[in-house]
Nanobody, 115 residues
Framework: QVQLVESGGGLVQPGGSLSLSCAAS????????MTWYRQAPGKQRELVAG???????NYADSVKGRFTISRDNVKNTVNLQMNSLKPEDTAVYYC?????????WGQGTQVTVSS
């Protein structure tokens, strides 16, 4: 049974930081591209950051220079370090694992940036 479990969300003030983590089980984690998406109320889900099995990274323009994605193929986790958070970063953040046509989603974790 495949599980992706996100953690680390919460309420933070503008300019603050949060670190999200996604723990994977039931897949050969090191083979999968791992991606963080987010969905704000009334908006479509959008890609935030991704990391391939060999460590290549890509970021949405809106988070470049502020967010950093990393993975640990021993612990089977993917992390998203979010700095200099803005109110527009408020969303539910989802973890995705993808290998060719095989894909899985986590349940999401809420991030709220507000004073």
């Amino acid at each position: 049974q495949v599980q992706l479990v996100e953690s680390g969300g919460g309420l933070v003030q503008p300019g603050g930081s949060l670190s999200l983590s996604c723990a994977a089980s039931g897949i050969t984690f090191s083979s999968y591209t791992m991606t963080w998406y987010r969905q704000a109320p009334g908006k479509q889900r959008e890609l935030v950051a991704g990391i391939t099995r060999i460590g290549s990274r890509n970021y949405a323009d809106s988070v470049k220079g502020r967010f950093t994605i990393s993975r640990d193929n021993v612990k089977n986790t993917v992390n998203l370090q979010m700095n200099s958070l803005k109110p527009e970063d408020t969303a539910v953040y989802y973890c995705n694992a993808r290998l060719l046509a095989d894909g899985y989603w986590g349940q999401g974790t809420q991030v709220t940036v507000s004073s």
